[in-house]
């Protein structure tokens, strides 16, 4: 759908921002890597959001402890998400295994 490729490109922006602010200059750094943090945020994007202001609490900014606390949020929201696909994938592949008992079941070899 659409709006999925929305996300998806929104995600990558992210990704591509934040490996941009990596190699910035360190003058640049600490602007590039906000804008990879706002992005990432806006794109639901928690580990990414959560690896740029580690980054910039890292980075020796005044505002440290904002911006670990952010990264803490992010990076909790993440593991849950994180969790959340897991669960998916293992009732997936239950649903598979389930599938492929039923075909061996009713096709007999």
Do not use: I, W
């Not at 580690?54 to 994180?82: I, N, V, W």
């Not at 295994?97 to 079941?105: C, G, N, P």
């Amino acid at each position: 759908s659409a709006k999925h490729a929305l996300g998806e490109a929104k995600r990558g922006a992210a990704r591509a921002s934040l490996a941009l602010a990596v190699m910035a200059p360190p003058q640049d750094a600490p602007a590039a890597l906000m804008t990879a943090a706002e992005l990432a945020a806006d794109a639901d994007d928690s580990e990414t959001a959560a690896d740029a202001h580690y980054r910039l609490a890292s980075g020796g900014s005044g505002d440290a402890l904002m911006h670990l606390q952010q990264a803490t949020a992010f990076a909790d929201k993440a593991a849950q998400e994180s969790q959340s696909r897991a669960r998916a994938v293992d009732a997936l592949s239950t649903r598979c295994d389930l599938a492929t008992v039923l075909l061996r079941d009713t096709n007999p070899e």
